[in-house]
């Protein structure tokens, strides 16, 4: 699944240009020190947006498109920011069977966003995740570390009204 790329601004703080700074120093003679850099801007930003991968690509002396390369190819990276609430929809085979593509459709019917988005307001993002591990409550999503399953298209807007009270 290819990676979104945020259409949010980026605005990040000096004091986390300051931490990635300390980061890019700590592990500047370090072979293979893209990985943990990355590793630790994400820590710090959250995400990373491509204006935090060329400072990482600067500060270590190494192509941007090797950066982008690592950000891209590692799940564990996000390119795009998470929301407070951050929804994440099993598309695996047990949960995509039982429907989890029409829950999918229908939370960015809800939101207005795609998967590996956040709304504008910054209070819910959207992923599409591949298992997560509970085939037997097929379909699920989870809401940060809550679980939902056993879901139907119509469980939706029940779900995301409690976490907009």
């Known amino acids: ?9 980026f605005s990040g703080t000096p004091e986390q240009e300051a931490k990635l700074k300390e980061s890019i120093a700590k592990h500047a003679d370090d072979p293979g020190a ?9 820590d710090i930003y959250g995400y990373l947006p491509i204006e ?17 390369g690592v950000s891209t190819f590692y799940s ?22 039982k429907g989890s593509g029409d829950i999918l459709n ?13 709304t504008p307001d910054g209070k819910f993002s959207l992923t599409a995740c591949r298992c997560i591990g509970a085939c037997g409550l097929a379909p699920v999503l989870t809401v940060n570390d809550d679980v939902y399953g056993r879901l139907t298209v119509d469980d939706v807007q029940g779900i995301i009204d409690k976490y907009n009270g």
């Open 1 to 9: 699944m290819k990676k979104k790329i945020s259409s949010i601004p």
């Open 34 to 42: 893209v990985m943990p850099v990355l590793q630790e801007a994400q």
């Open 52 to 68: 935090v991968q060329k400072m990482v690509a600067d500060g270590l002396n190494v192509p941007l498109e090797e950066v982008y």
């Open 76 to 97: 564990q990276f996000a390119l795009s920011p998470k929301g407070k609430y951050h929804i994440s929809v099993c598309l695996g085979t047990a949960c995509y069977v």
């Open 106 to 118: 229908k939370l960015s019917e809800i939101l207005g966003i795609g998967a590996e988005e956040c």
